[in-house]
């Protein structure tokens, strides 16, 4: 969906250094959510918010932080705690907390240096 | 914990059979259903989904089933075609807010 911008499209981390992934919506949807995605499974959940200034952890939150200070904008950073941080991580929003149905960004592919 | 099941992990058909995957959700609670298709490298994007009011939505070639007593749900595509060819995935709503539960996904292959 051309509604929401996920950016860059690849991102190389060294180690010991945090990274931060951009997502960003003009749908005007209050809930964004950040999932994790590696080669032959399926979509993990990390963080999700179902409101501005408001987050919760997912399933796999560890190494991970997130902001929701403006409703159309949802960072995610991945920090030197997260040892395996190689994967593919997209970024959905929905119009409503109850998240049905969730669009998605295009994706941010993260490597290790 | 919340978990969806999906089957099988990989799926070949002949151009024009039909295709189905299924998958089995664990929490009672969770009413409902989408299903996402993922070309390589690309976003997920919702083809169908089905709220648990009803037993059955189709749409074209496609269409899901749902049984809440079983608490499985289908996707069926008929007279498949080569660009159905990508990754299959289900979920179902958790019971906390919008939190969407994934399967394992499918990768479908049609050989024309």
């Known amino acids: 969906d051309g509604g929401i911008t996920q950016s860059p499209k690849y991102l190389f981390r060294k180690e010991g250094q945090n990274v931060t992934l951009s997502c960003e919506q003009n749908l005007n949807h209050d809930a964004m959510y950040w999932y994790r995605q590696d080669p032959g499974q399926g979509l993990r959940l990390i963080y999700y918010?179902?409101?501005?200034?408001?987050?919760q952890k997912g399933d796999i939150a560890e190494g991970y932080s997130v902001s929701r200070e403006k409703k159309e904008s949802f960072p995610l950073t991945v920090t030197s705690a997260q040892k395996n941080p190689t994967a593919f991580y997209l970024c959905?929003?929905?119009?409503?907390?109850?998240?049905?149905?969730?669009?998605f960004g295009d994706g941010t592919r993260l490597s290790i240096l | 914990g919340e978990n969806v099941e999906q089957h099988p992990s990989t799926l070949s058909v002949q151009e024009g059979d039909s295709a189905v995957i299924k998958c089995t959700y664990s929490d009672s609670a969770s009413n409902y259903f989408p299903w996402y298709k993922q070309e390589l490298g690309k976003r997920p994007q919702l083809i169908i989904d089905?709220?648990?009011?009803?037993g059955e939505k189709k749409d074209q070639r496609i269409a899901v089933t749902l049984n809440k007593t079983a608490k499985h749900f289908s996707l069926h595509i008929t007279e498949t075609q080569p660009e159905d060819s990508a990754v299959y995935f289900c979920?179902?709503?958790?019971?906390?807010?919008?939190?969407?539960?994934f399967g394992q996904g499918t990768e479908l292959s049609v050989k024309p």
């Open positions: 959905a929003s929905s119009i409503d907390p109850r998240g049905q149905p969730q669009h």
């Open positions: 089905i709220r648990s009011n009803v």
């Open positions: 918010s179902q409101i501005v200034n408001d987050f």
């Open positions: 979920a179902a709503r958790g019971r906390r807010g919008g939190k969407l539960i």
